[in-house]
């Protein structure tokens, strides 16, 4: 893909999906993280699980936005999770979201292109509850180094 192609793609609408979290899965996240589990709203940390699990995209999908290939590694380079109010457990949440930007840099040694997307948690009124923005680091390898 050339610069001039990924100059198109900020503003990439992301295909939206619906996502609902079990009540079980409260206790199922408290036992991971080695906390109590709440007793009525869900963690914080659930409003990023839906937006990935809800979202009409896999990793797959946004890498080929970047014509990346998953076997090059893409990688998690950061993660801003705003959650503005509490979700609730068998809820069911819109997912939205829109690529951001795709930047290519390079590096004394590697060339690599940082991706970031953002997704949009709304409730049934349409209020949106949470928000992330990811930035995912996928290296430019090669292919006679494949």
């Known amino acids: 893909m050339t610069?001039?192609?990924f100059a198109s793609l900020p503003g990439t609408r992301l295909r939206s999906g619906r996502i609902s979290i079990p009540a079980g899965e409260r206790?199922?996240?408290a036992a991971v993280l080695g906390s109590a589990a709440p007793t009525d709203a869900l963690h914080p940390l659930h409003a990023y699980i839906a937006m990935q699990r809800g979202i009409g995209e896999s990793i797959e999908d946004l890498c080929h936005y970047a014509d990346f290939e998953m076997e090059d590694g893409p990688m998690m380079g950061s993660l801003d999770l705003e959650v503005f109010e509490d979700l609730q457990p068998d809820t069911e949440y819109t997912v939205e979201g829109e690529l951001v930007d795709l930047v290519r840099k390079h590096g004394?040694?590697?060339?690599?292109d940082l991706m970031t997307f953002r997704e949009h948690l709304y409730d049934a009124s349409g209020r949106e509850v949470a928000r992330t923005t990811n930035t995912f680091v996928l290296p430019r390898i090669p292919k006679e180094e494949r």
Do not use: A, G, H, I
Not at 108 to 112: A, G, M, N
């Open 3 to 5: 610069l001039e192609e």
């Open 27 to 29: 206790l199922d996240l």
């Open 108 to 112: 004394s040694r590697f060339t690599f």
